[in-house]
């Protein structure tokens, strides 16, 4: 098969039984992951969770203890980071000081020996807005912009997947705001598998299709964002992405359709396709502040009730969040938008109240 | 490396705040010591350069230039050895100071610091007493020789007319070697300090861009180190196109260095005129080669 025959044909990239281990400590355990050719999936997961670590394997940049990786039908395991048709937005962005920026952009394209270089890294400088900069030496260049070279240097070789190493970390909020959708933008343009690993959940959410959410090596859950967020399976996974109020329950029977949950004392009713098939113990009900609602202790509309006592509040300007602390002394955090609706006051007596279509169930820990 | 230099408006503010007393204060010390051991005695040997006479009678300024012709003429195959021999001990100090260097700057862990005071125990002992060791190190009757007779290298350096006799001492080959071994420091510590800098997360990234074993080396980790080769190299041959110990020492009437010549014509011949022409001949052709050299090496882009 000719090189640019494998070429089209992949892009797909595949996880088998990774794992990496350093000594005695598991960095990566055992992740098996399918990422489809054009996809945006990020890699989220908390500091230390093994997903620098598995980008860096994909790179080659780290050799796997145990496990393969596949690109299309190809076994890359074992070749070396220069024979791979990979490449990373490494998150110091790694610029070569020495290089001006249209050979930072052309150094992968003269390596693989194409001819005519400049005018393809010119056009990818084009694509990230910085064909003006190009005789300028990176550390003539802001954050940002240095930023948007790495992604040009990378993106310009045609790779079957494109790795981003926590890119937008160094750049503040702003930035990183815009950054975002710039990426979104390139990815879609230039149809590359993006592969993003971030701990930061509203920039995976942001951008990609799909999240795996890492945690101590593993896979804990995997999905569309919008699935992530409302069907969390763990409730690690409930409280990284987004704030979630957690009710240990049993389950104590049916009523319309609708399964009846006792926790503390207090009867909801939840949705039975949220259960967890198969686990019956160690149950929690999740509940995410903003699908709670202050109602009146007249007002019957929502079935799901319970009673508290404003422990905090904290105006942001959007919304209202409280605290509500009950009588179990659970402290549940409520958050009402800012939508005229009356506020409530430190010390007030409250009801809360949700529809069990906007609760969620989370196995045991 | 961007520095944080504070903007030139500021410094100028600073400055006439300040004016020029403090700096100048601080530099008289250095300047003085500039002006009476190094300016007066430049000026004082130019002009024994242009002068004519003798030692017995006296020696007269009368800015007579056939002194440099004089010296060029008779003296020029010893300034070129003495170029060549500082080039090839240069070239063979950055062979066995780089590798060195990279292995003390990124693989040597906890033992950094005593591998660095390591490169630098030699001069704990005189220079003339570690050139007299290779005295020992290279004689006929030694192991170096031995082990060198035995491989078939002596005949080999015989063939390319680096040494003679089936032996080592007192050639060519003896003379680098000691000018190898004495400036080994000087250029693996300038060297240690530009690799340690070096960012290895380049290196990554250029493995991530295509880059083979190879071309990781030569087009980003050979480019970054340049301002410790440029300075490890002048540090080098600039010394050691002077030297003359190590031929001295080492050498044989084939391998005599411009140092010796003006040593003797300073010190035996007592030909002071001649003596001082050859030393500003020597000076005047470092400066024009070692100019010649950073401008070729552009460092000032480098850093």
Known sequence: ?365 | MAFAVPSRGARRTAKARRGFATPLILLAPALLWLIVFFIVPTISLASQSLQTGDIDNGYVLTWHFQNYADALSRYWSQFARSFGYAAIATIGTLILGYPLAWFIAHRSGRFKTMLLVLVVAPFFTNFLIRTLAWLIILTDSGPVTAFFRATGLTNLLQAVGLTDNNSLLFSHFAVISGLIYNFLPFMVLPLYSSIERLDLRLVDAAGDLYANGWNKFWKVIWPLSLPGVVSGTLLTFIPASGDYINSKLLGNTQTVMIGQVIDSQFLRVLNYPLAAALSFILMISIIVLVGAYVRAAGTEELV
């Not at chain 1, 000081?97 to 001819?115: A, E, T, W």
């Not at chain 1, 109020?245 to 049993?250: E, H, K, M």
């Not at chain 1, 904290?314 to 009356?342: C, H, K």
């Open chain 1, 1 to 365: 098969m000719s090189e640019t025959a494998t070429r089209k044909a992949s892009g797909e990239l595949r996880l088998v039984e990774l794992v990496r281990t350093y000594d005695e400590f598991v960095a990566v355990d055992g992740i098996d992951l399918d990422v489809p050719a054009g996809s945006f999936f990020a890699l989220l997961g908390p500091s230390g969770c093994g997903k620098t670590t598995t980008l860096r394997m994909v790179a080659g940049l780290e050799t796997p203890t145990a496990g393969r990786i596949f690109l299309g039908p190809n076994d890359i395991t074992n070749t070396r980071a220069h024979q791979r048709r990979v490449n990373t937005v490494f998150q110091s962005y790694a610029l070569f000081p020495h290089l001006n920026i249209i050979d930072n952009v052309g150094f992968g394209l003269r390596q693989l020996k194409v001819d005519n270089w400049k005018p393809k890294a010119m056009a990818a400088l084009e694509l990230v807005k910085l064909a003006d900069r190009a005789k300028q030496k990176p550390r003539q260049l802001s954050g940002g912009m240095q930023q948007r070279v790495a992604l040009a240097r990378a993106i310009v070789n045609e790779p079957e997947v494109l790795l981003l190493d926590e890119p937008l970390g160094a750049l503040d909020l702003q930035l990183r705001r815009e950054m975002q959708i710039e990426l979104k933008r390139i990815q879609s343009e230039v149809g590359i598998t993006f592969i993003h690993v971030t701990h930061d959940q509203e920039e995976a959410m942001t951008m990609a299709d799909t999240i795996a959410v890492m945690r101590a090596g593993r896979i804990e859950q995997l999905g569309a964002p919008s699935d992530l967020y409302d069907r969390p399976a763990t409730p690690f996974v409930a409280n990284f992405l987004g704030q979630s109020n957690l009710l240990p329950f049993a389950i104590d029977g049916q009523t319309g359709g609708l399964v009846k949950a006792l926790s503390h004392g207090h009867t909801f009713l939840v949705r039975p396709d949220q259960l967890p098939s198969g686990v019956l113990e160690g149950l929690q009900l999740g509940i995410r502040p903003e699908k709670l609602r202050l109602v009146s202790s007249s007002d019957r509309t929502l079935t799901n009730r319970m009673d508290g006592v404003v422990s905090d509040v904290s105006f942001t300007g959007v919304a209202t969040t409280y605290l509500v602390r009950m009588p179990w002394d659970q402290e549940i955090t409520v958050t009402q938008p800012n939508d005229g609706s009356n506020r409530a006051r430190l010390g007030e007596q409250v009801t809360l109240g949700w529809d069990p279509h906007h609760s969620f169930v989370v196995g045991a820990s």
